[in-house]
């Protein structure tokens, strides 16, 4: 079910004033280069990546099943140069082939079962062009970002399209992998809205195996946005893999 996050257009509002541009968009782009490519957004959101890349002269669906986010994306200044898709992976239009697939955002943590993570995976391969890339990220376990997630270390106001809220994080449980947590969204009228999530903190060995059998290799890990490689403390385990085909698998 849609995380109530992405799904009220009030959370949808504030989502980019929490989630500003920064290096991970740079990383992005650079990732996707100056020739223009066939891009996928998955999971795009309020597809602010999706309008960047677009605006640089690539074709670029932006996908996600939330339509307030799409909402915020659609009113985008370039968001006219954008083909929106209200669908998850499995629901993008078929035959559509892409040279780079994005998932932005940590979306791969959001996919808590084995077999939501190889659904979308093996979705994502279907659509990939021949030698076409996936670029994904997850938080790196071992780091422990979580944590920080308490009320006094995330606290901040924001305000955009006429809402204005106070909001901050706050851990409930960590049981194995699965980590849950509260966004509380307190509204200037003072009403509050509290929204549980849990997510997916998979060690790098493990998504590995996951793009291995999705068809998803060679991968190129980094360890941050500034490219360097993963160490211990990396913040992010990001992968970028091929599709390699059946031919190409013989000599890989
Ligand atoms: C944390 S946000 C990331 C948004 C954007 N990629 C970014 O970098 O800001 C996660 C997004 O994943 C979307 N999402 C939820 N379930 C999904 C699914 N099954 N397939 C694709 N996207 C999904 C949500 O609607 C939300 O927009």
């Known amino acids: 079910m849609l995380c ?5 257009p009030r959370l949808a509002a504030v989502y980019d004033a929490m989630n500003p541009p920064g290096a991970h968009t740079a990383f992005y782009r650079d990732l996707a280069g100056e020739v223009p490519v066939r891009v996928l957004d998955l999971g795009c959101g309020t597809g602010l990546l999706a309008c960047e890349l677009a605006a640089r002269g690539h074709h670029v669906t932006g996908a996600d099943p939330a339509a307030a986010m799409l909402a915020v994306a659609r009113g985008r200044p370039d968001g006219g140069l954008v083909r929106w ?5 499995a629901g993008l239009p078929p035959g559509s082939r892409f040279d ?4 932005a955002g940590h979306v791969l943590q959001i996919f808590t079962d084995d077999r939501e ?8 391969r279907r659509h990939l062009a021949p030698a076409g890339r996936v670029a994904l990220e997850t938080r790196n376990p071992a780091v422990r970002e979580w944590a920080e997630w308490n009320p006094r270390g995330t606290w901040q106001h924001v305000e955009a399209a006429g809402v204005a809220a106070d909001v901050w994080y706050d851990i ?3 049981a194995g992998e699965l980590v849950t947590y509260e966004t509380c969204y307190r509204f200037a009228g003072g009403q509050t809205v509290t929204v549980p999530e849990t997510i997916r903190f998979m060690g790098q060995d493990q998504v590995a195996t996951f793009l291995a059998g999705a068809g998803l290799a060679p991968v190129t ?4 946005w500034d490219w360097s490689p ?5 913040p992010e385990l990001i992968a970028v893999a091929r599709s ?4 190409q698998k013989a000599t890989v």
Not at 85 to 89: I, K, S
Not at 100 to 103: A, K, P
Not at 230 to 234: A, F, I, L, T
Not at 244 to 247: E, G, L, M
């Open 230 to 234: 993963v160490g211990p403390g990396s």
């Open 85 to 89: 898709v209200e669908a998850d992976a």
């Open 117 to 124: 993570v190889q659904a979308v995976l093996a979705a994502v």
């Open 172 to 174: 409930r449980s960590v």
């Open 4 to 8: 109530e996050r992405y799904a009220d």
């Open 221 to 224: 890990w980094y360890g941050d």
């Open 244 to 247: 390699v085909t059946s031919d």
């Open 100 to 103: 780079l697939v994005i998932m």
